[in-house]
């Protein structure tokens, strides 16, 4: 039997004209991940992706868990492909799913037929092949609202395709689609997920870490390394940008009221992100903010924070709470690296009580006072490292 992949597009297919872009899209990005797991074709018809096996070394099984990572897909299935024949799909379908079915007690078959050609109508052979399986297995009964088990057959032009029920794909649209942003990746639990999130509405993302060492440890830029590294699995390859920032967070410490220093650090790095961006042709940038989640992310302070630079932010985690944002990092994969006891430079340096409605007159006031912050953030950001991230290469942590 061969087995292929089978990805069902979702809100592409509303594109109109502009489908034809996104199935490209898409398309180049499967044969990019598939590669890695062999010689596979992928091709694409009536609104569905093809994801074939060329040889017996192609792992499918790999191949199908890089493939749901892949946003632009509603749905995924394994399935194998036979002859539009009757007899065939029964004889097919048993030697497929019947080990499958010989574990449950009720089933159904849904049948779709794209290709008109084929002479039997769905509702007739969802009915004979059911009955055909029944003679097979004749503990199973039929239960057409809730089965324990879902067989389904689709006649397409290039064949006809069994196979069980279809797995959730990512959603979304596909990466690029929408362009190109850079992520403000602290190491913490949010911004992971913010990434994650934008990337699924289509962006392409880079990313921008903020270090201070001493303060902050070598393992601790490894854990930021190691978080871009797992979201590429969603995200495609992209570059990690680590800004050597202790000169500007010590000055802003030594020269600034404290209880403004923490929205005063984030305009100073939303400043020296926004150049950066520019420089690499990033449209917006994108942060892990949830309002009101702590003092720097009141709407007062978000008001401060953005008039620092020109870009658009997008703050895909405004309206969740942590325990949602919580959720999608457990279910990406996010989580236990974040919650590693590394150093982070934004929570270094915090007031006691900072101010949580401060006044962009009262900000421009106190960086009036700090003439050199603008010459420090222009060095930090010249002397930036960049760290190619790709998603075959896990950062090893210990």
Request: aromatic share 8%.
């Amino acid at each position: 039997m061969k087995e292929i992949i089978l990805c069902y597009q979702g809100e592409i297919v509303l594109k109109g004209l502009n489908k034809a872009g996104f199935e490209s899209m898409l398309a180049k990005i499967l044969r990019y991940r598939a590669k890695f797991c062999g010689n596979f074709k992928v091709y694409r018809a009536q609104s569905t992706m093809y994801v074939e096996p060329l040889d017996e070394f192609a792992d499918v099984d790999a191949c199908f868990e890089r493939v749901r990572k892949v946003f632009g897909f509603a749905a995924l299935s394994r399935a194998v492909v036979c002859e539009k024949n009757f007899e065939t799909i029964c004889e097919t379908a048993e030697a497929y799913l019947g080990d499958k079915l010989r574990t449950v007690k009720t089933f159904k078959v849904e049948a779709k037929r794209s290709d008109k050609t084929f002479p039997m109508k769905s509702p007739e052979l969802s009915a004979q092949l059911g009955g055909y399986l029944l003679s097979k297995h004749p503990h199973l009964r039929v239960n057409v609202k809730n089965p324990d088990f879902t067989v389904m057959v689709e006649i397409r032009d290039f064949g006809a395709y069994i196979h069980g029920p279809k797995v959730p794909g990512a959603g979304g649209l596909p990466v690029g689609s929408s362009g190109r942003a850079m992520n403000l990746l602290s190491g913490g639990i949010d911004s992971p997920v913010a990434a994650y999130r934008m990337a699924r509405r289509g962006l392409a993302l880079h990313h921008i870490h903020f270090a201070s060492p001493p303060y902050t440890s070598e393992r601790a830029k490894m854990k930021v390394q190691s978080l871009a590294q797992i979201v590429s699995e969603y995200t495609g390859n992209c570059v990690l940008y680590v800004v050597p920032y202790t000169k500007p967070q010590e000055y802003i410490r030594d020269n600034a009221p404290d209880v403004l220093f923490t929205v005063l650090m984030r305009r100073s790095m939303m400043r020296i992100a926004s150049k950066l961006a520019h420089e690499i042709e990033c449209d917006a940038l994108v942060t892990g903010e949830s309002l009101a989640q702590v003092a720097s992310q009141t709407l007062k302070a978000l008001q401060c924070t953005d008039c620092a630079q020109d870009l658009p932010v997008l703050r895909p985690l405004i309206g969740l709470d942590k325990s949602e944002i919580t959720e999608t990092a457990r279910a990406i994969g996010t989580f236990e690296t974040s919650i590693l006891p590394y150093e982070d430079c934004c929570t270094i340096f915090t007031p006691p009580h900072p101010k949580t409605k401060p006044t962009i007159a009262e900000i421009l006031e106190a960086e009036a006072g700090m003439p050199g912050l603008a010459e420090l953030e222009q060095q930090a950001a010249e002397q930036v490292e960049r760290i190619l991230i790709k998603q075959d290469e896990p950062i090893d942590l210990l």
